[in-house]
């Protein structure tokens, strides 16, 4: 695990002046990576680092000779860090490299994004205690938390090819569903149709099969973070989860902000990652000192909706939550990584790994409507006199995600947004 | 679904002479394609069609102009059909371009295969109705089809990397496991370690997210079959599987034949597809006629096993099973494409979608240990005195596949062998 460094010195400035104004996503201290290109060109996507509200074009500062961001991932934590510092320099204020390096610069507002790597494998971790206890409950009100959740790092597999990048429109989804009276199943458009707050967390240098990544070195493969919303159906995945766990219910669409915050950018934001007294010990192969000193993630996040009526209105995104991932998440990213792996299981540059959803331990803080909601019983007076107790046709769901702390600059990790269109006529 | 034509007649010859032996996996009408290289040759894998003991550098022949398998599984049906048509007819006895083939071609014994597409993603499913209810019957005595099974093409999502093709040797897995009567799990080698007899199915063209394959549209987004073992640690899945899957006790490695038996050249063996009486029928978005009266797969599926002291001793492989697809499976290739999609999930050329374990009606057919032993209470005795609950070190397991019937040239799937080695010290 990196410690804060020159990059991370709270007096830096840059010549991009926007990127030195109080509550940017992107100062200096961030440096994400994403993958941009002008807008409408249709040219190749390259790789970008976001700074203010501009994007540098890293193949373009001679830094890099790659517009492939998975090779970009796959390259040794020194480099990485090499890399981090050159970047860092070119942009500081006072740099000679400022002159040249302004025409590799364009606005964000000129560009568009996409997914920010080929994701060869995506897993779906399921890390908020507190979300895995408050459904639980909702499902079995005797057992909320299932005996293994306090050992095994639960997780799945899910569906890579239809991630897509903020901004991403879907349909809302048809399947099977069945009312608890029901005697057959009936076919149609999901009513339960929910959002789940996320952290995705990108691998860096992959493993061999056969050769685990121990949970002491697996800090060294974690590239980044983005925001993620794993979109649920409820309903389809009451009736199809059991017994091999949720498959159309959620591989319908997967969104993730565009950009990638590096694990080094966030060394300022790690905190202490303490079990409950009386929680089980993580067994051997789940357990290390840093993990326990520095293994949590101080971020806090948020989510946002906008229906169709407040965007016709011109009325801004309300604010539904607002909570921690420290606070959320009973595993930290390198105990995801070495339980992933300890089977000899292989991940390679660019998997992608989320967090599952991530609600604070106080009801107002849940990652989901199905949590806000009661399972929809209590359904959320908007300010506008609307109610929700799932999201409706045209509904757009905005998470954020930033860090703060006394004597560290604020990094953002920007914004994963998505629509819900109609279903198939 | 195509229908046989000229390439499936009886009386065809090719003028490589080991494709007409009686027996022969790859006789002309049969025309796979896997991806080869000159053994040791460290060259780029290139496309191949299976001939006899012979492969066919496609590219070589002129009728294609990739080596990349993707692409060719991209091509339309009418695409598709065109080139089985041109291959069959070089190949045929007499053809003008045996001459010029002939240099195109090369003894298997001279090859290594790899994986015969880049698969993006991996969906297994669970269609043998038989492995359902006898494993469902071993947890849940009273109740061992669960209420979704009849109406849902139940499946999840698998890992993509830990793919491997025949002869891939994988250590035996570690991990969480925990016994009944145990306070708390511990960690250690997977002591119930099992194969999966399945069928392996891969997509041709794919679909735009959000609109959804018919069912009656669903064969033509068939490229092929091969066979699939999905390698599975029962006690590590017992511990882990609740309540998002099977997640480490699979995807530890799973191990495909290297050639991929096109949907046509199965044409003379497709069967009808009749529900027992009694049994719901299938939603609509899962009916077409087509289905019913030709939706199954008229496959033998045999499992061999050879011991590491069968081995030492120059024992042959001891068949362990003998059965058929279309008595094991409840539901069609079509019907899962068409359930995979219903929702507006993507699919890709070169997914891989599982047909689940392949278990037939009688208990000497099941797909896996966990059945033919009864979950380890009735081990097996080999004819070397040796017993089996589950898999032991240095034990290879070989899958085999074929289809036989009056009036047509038998044609063979091949085979998928893989081999556990210890774990990790």
């Not at 766990?245 to 915050?261: D, R």
Request: charged share 20%; proline share 8%.
């Amino acid at each position: 695990m990196t410690t804060p460094n020159a990059t991370h010195d709270p007096q830096l400035r840059s010549w991009v002046a926007s990127a030195n104004q109080a509550g940017c996503d992107f100062p200096i201290q961030n440096l994400p990576f994403g993958r941009y290109r002008p807008a409408g060109s249709g040219e190749p996507f390259r790789i970008g680092v976001a700074i203010g509200d501009q994007v540098l074009d890293l193949k373009a500062t001679g830094l890099v000779h790659t517009d492939d961001m998975n090779v970009l991932m796959s390259k040794s934590p020194a480099e990485r860090q090499a890399l981090r510092a050159a970047i860092s320099a070119g942009l500081a204020e006072g740099s000679g490299q400022a002159a040249a390096w302004a025409k590799a610069v364009v606005a964000q507002s000129a560009v568009e994004m996409t997914v920010p790597c080929r994701i060869g494998d995506y897993t779906d971790f399921y890390t908020g205690i507190h979300h895995a206890r408050t459904v639980g409950s909702l499902f079995r009100p005797d057992a909320p938390l299932l005996p293994n959740y306090q050992w095994v790092p639960i997780g799945y597999h899910g569906r890579a090819s239809s991630i897509g990048v903020s901004g991403q429109r879907f349909r809302r989804p048809q399947g099977q569903t069945k009312a608890a009276d029901a005697a057959a199943p009936s076919f149609g458009p999901s009513k339960r149709l929910d959002y789940e707050l996320e952290l995705g967390f990108f691998v860096a240098q992959g493993n061999a099969l056969g050769e685990p990544i121990a949970v002491a070195e697996a800090e060294a493969h974690l590239f980044g973070v983005t925001l993620l919303n794993d979109w649920s159906a409820r309903d389809i995945q009451a009736w199809e989860y059991q017994p091999l766990g949720p498959f159309l219910s959620k591989n319908f669409a997967t969104t993730l902000s565009p950009w990638i915050v590096t694990a080094e950018a966030l060394a300022p934001f790690r905190a202490p990652f303490e079990r409950p007294a009386g929680d089980p010990q993580p067994l051997p192969y789940l357990d290390a000192p840093g993990n326990r000193e520095r293994g949590a993630l101080d971020i806090v996040l948020e989510t946002w909706l906008q229906t169709a009526s407040m965007r016709e209105a011109g009325e801004a995104p309300v604010r539904l939550t607002h909570g921690n991932a420290r606070e959320a998440a009973y595993w930290t990213p390198a105990q995801l990584i070495a339980h992933h792996t300890v089977n000899g299981c292989n991940l390679q540059p660019g998997d992608l790994l989320g967090s599952g959803t991530l609600s604070g331990p106080k009801p107002a803080e849940a990652g989901s409507l199905l949590e806000l909601t009661l399972s929809g019983k209590q359904p959320l007076t908007l300010p506008n006199g609307e109610r929700r107790s799932f999201l409706e046709d045209g509904d757009t769901l905005i998470l954020r995600g930033y860090c703060e702390r006394e004597g560290a600059v604020r990094i953002g990790l920007g914004e994963v947004s998505g629509t819900v269109e109609p279903a198939r006529g």
